[in-house]
């Protein structure tokens, strides 16, 4: 089955530490991108990402990187520079010319 | 500014009843929009889409929306919502060449028995 595979699906973190959110697709698509949701906000962009090897900041790309060294996988880190980073992050992508974007099931980060 | 506004941040209905969920964009966004769903700690599923064509447009488990240009709005609306309905509903529109989609803060649809 084609798709996009978050994981893990939850996770905690020590407040100073790094983390890494996992984003694989195989759904062939050539862009991938990565939303924060927070209560009663929505969901807001962090970084995109059109091409291998290529990537534009979102939002609110502080306290946040991203890498793209494959096609498939689009993974974030949470810096310890991201002074609130308790949230729901979920990721998405889709064909350049095809507006519609197919989600991940996400992963809660939370900050203990 | 490129918005998506959701004028209400629930909608509390009982189950049978017909409901509408308010949509506004701005005209600064382009004119392609989307319905998502998101159940309880789930990712999102796309609902239905306008690009272009027919203002109506239908989408999965029986719901609609309606694109009116001239309001700048795109309404979702289900003649007769089930239990199963209660979700989280966020409205979104294209933004820019890379396809970026901005969210509406979403509704909180709770439908009772």
């Known amino acids: 089955d084609g798709g996009i595979t978050q994981s893990p699906k939850y996770l905690f973190r020590k407040e100073g530490q790094n983390v890494t959110l996992s984003c694989e697709q195989n759904l062939n698509h050539d862009a991938m991108y990565w939303y924060r949701q927070d209560p009663g906000q929505g969901l807001r962009l962090i970084y995109y990402?059109?091409?291998?090897?290529?990537?534009q900041k979102g939002d609110i790309a502080e306290g946040y990187s991203v890498s793209r060294e494959k096609k498939e996988s689009f993974p974030l880190t949470v810096t310890s520079a991201q002074k609130n980073p308790t949230a729901f992050y979920l990721c998405?992508?889709?064909?350049?010319?095809?507006?519609?974007?197919?989600f991940g099931q996400g992963t809660r980060l939370t900050v203990v | 500014a490129q918005s998506v506004t959701q004028l209400d941040s629930q909608v509390p209905v009982f189950e049978e009843a017909p409901v509408e969920l308010r949509c506004n964009y701005s005209?600064?966004?382009?004119?392609?929009l989307f319905w998502y769903v998101q159940y309880p700690n789930q990712g999102l599923q796309l609902l239905l889409k306008?690009?272009?064509?027919?203002?109506l447009v239908k989408g999965i488990n029986g719901f609609e929306a309606e694109f009116n240009k001239s309001q700048t709005s795109f309404h979702l609306r289900k003649p007769s919502v089930h239990i199963s309905d209660t979700a989280e509903y966020f409205c979104?529109?294209?933004?820019?060449?890379?396809?970026?989609?901005?969210f509406g803060a979403g509704t909180r649809l709770a439908v009772h028995p």
């Open positions: 005209s600064s966004v382009s004119v392609y």
């Open positions: 990402s059109q091409i291998v090897n290529d990537f």
């Open positions: 979104a529109a294209v933004s820019g060449g890379y396809n970026k989609l901005i």
């Open positions: 306008y690009l272009s064509g027919s203002t």
């Open positions: 998405a992508s889709n064909l350049l010319g095809n507006t519609e974007a197919f």
